[in-house]
């Protein structure tokens, strides 16, 4: 599990359907938002609601990424 007091977690973002994936691969775990500002938020308050940790103790280092469905791109969660 990743220490959130020195490693921030990573969130894998991308467009899709008018909305934002947010992809967390230390829990495998996915939500979406409407817009980037949503996005710190949304992302500690998943990793918070499955691992138990106190929001206010989790960082994030979101990566904005192609859609894994964009022909020529690269799956962000390979």
């Known amino acids: 599990m990743t ?3 020195t490693d921030p977690f990573e969130v894998v973002a ?3 359907e008018r909305r ?3 992809y967390v691969p230390a829990i495998e775990a ?3 938002v409407t817009s980037m500002a949503e996005a710190q938020d ?3 308050s998943l990793i918070a609601d499955l691992t138990g ?3 206010e103790s989790i960082s994030c280092d979101i990566r904005l990424r192609r859609s894994p469905g964009m022909l020529g791109g690269s799956t962000p969660l390979a």
């Open 30 to 32: 996915a939500t979406s």
């Open 14 to 16: 991308w467009p899709a």
């Open 53 to 55: 940790l106190p929001e």
């Open 42 to 44: 949304a992302a500690r």
């Open 3 to 5: 220490d959130t007091s």
């Open 20 to 22: 934002l994936v947010l």
